[in-house]
């Protein structure tokens, strides 16, 4: 009699533990997408899905997902470690309204978007997309070789919450248009919390949108350290770098290599008790005003830069560095 009992709760065991292998079986380490796609599909190379918001629930995590041909393959929001990746094809999100990809994932996952092309389209007045990308948790974010334009927010806001420090990586990357109003950036660097920044931006260029870079310490008691190298800021509205550091412990990057042209407020800015740059071999010209701290900031000098031309107001740097 007990046996018989026992039996169909056996066969409901088993029943549960072969939907959820099946379900298992189904994310897949590497996923594809194409403009000829179906998200009813597998996301296999032969049967490919249509969009990112598709594929991903069958891409495990740390997985990636890839683009076998051109196409537009919406926007996308991001909880677990992935790889988007189109570079050799043209993978874009056109979005209107809306943000092209949001990133919410674990305190461990690192995230890389690769060869993209992120359009705030505007259809209409009003209508134009938010942000490129919006890092909200993660252990790490990449971009790279990726075109970002046209969003009426950041282009790439970085914003952490999960504590511990954050990596944020942006190679090889345009981002253009980015700020219709207030204190929007091409990159935004603003963490919050306890959560640290790490900071790494190379080969980049961030022009025509309302401020350059702002790594922005008001919101978070941690720090934000890091560098731009080898990268051209230039003709936004407003300033071109920006440091302050607000409630954090401090905010430092060094500037190396970089062409600070054209911005129509300044190319160089410093604000709050514990912010600064490190700058040598960079050129600040023609933008309203070169260089400019407020309290006690800095704005220190390698002795390798070229600072002229800025509207008759080219400011000064507040120190060397100390090089030993």
Request: aromatic share 6%.
């Amino acid at each position: 009699m007990g046996t018989r009992r026992l039996f169909p709760f056996l066969l409901a065991f088993l029943f549960a533990s072969f939907v959820f292998s099946s379900a298992a079986s189904a994310q897949a380490s590497r996923t594809w997408i194409s403009g000829v796609g179906d998200d009813v599909n597998p996301c296999s190379r032969t049967a490919p899905c249509k969009t990112f918001a598709g594929a991903i629930s069958k891409t495990a995590a740390g997985g990636e997902i890839n683009c076998l041909d051109p196409g537009g393959f919406g926007g996308v929001t991001i909880t677990k470690a992935i790889t988007l990746a189109c570079d050799g094809a043209i993978g874009s999100i056109l979005v209107s309204g809306v943000n092209a990809i949001i990133v919410n994932a674990g305190p461990n996952d690192h995230i890389v978007i690769s060869g993209l092309e992120l359009e705030g389209l505007a259809v209409a007045p009003g209508t134009q997309g938010l942000t490129g990308i919006n890092f909200l948790a993660g252990k790490s974010l990449t971009v790279r070789n990726t075109s970002i334009r046209n969003f009426s927010r950041d282009g790439i806001a970085f914003a952490p919450n999960s504590g511990g420090t954050s990596q944020l990586n942006v190679v090889d990357t345009l981002i253009t248009n980015a700020g219709a109003s207030g204190t929007y950036a091409g990159i935004q660097i603003r963490p919050t919390g306890a959560t640290s920044a790490a900071v790494n931006i190379d080969k980049t260029q961030v022009n025509q949108g309302l401020y350059g870079i702002v790594a922005d310490g008001a919101a978070t008691t941690g720090k934000i350290n890091g560098g731009v190298h080898d990268s051209s800021i230039s003709n936004n509205g407003q300033n071109g770098i920006t440091v302050s550091n607000g409630t954090a412990g401090n905010v430092t990057l060094v500037i190396d290599d970089v062409l600070v042209v054209g911005n129509g407020n300044n190319g160089l800015v410093a604000g709050g008790t514990a912010a600064g740059m490190l700058v040598g071999r960079t050129t600040v010209y023609g933008n309203n005003r070169g260089l400019f701290t407020t309290g006690a900031a800095a704005l220190l000098s390698y002795g390798t830069n070229q600072v002229n031309g800025n509207n008759g107001n080219d400011g000064a740097f507040t120190g060397p560095v100390a090089v030993k």
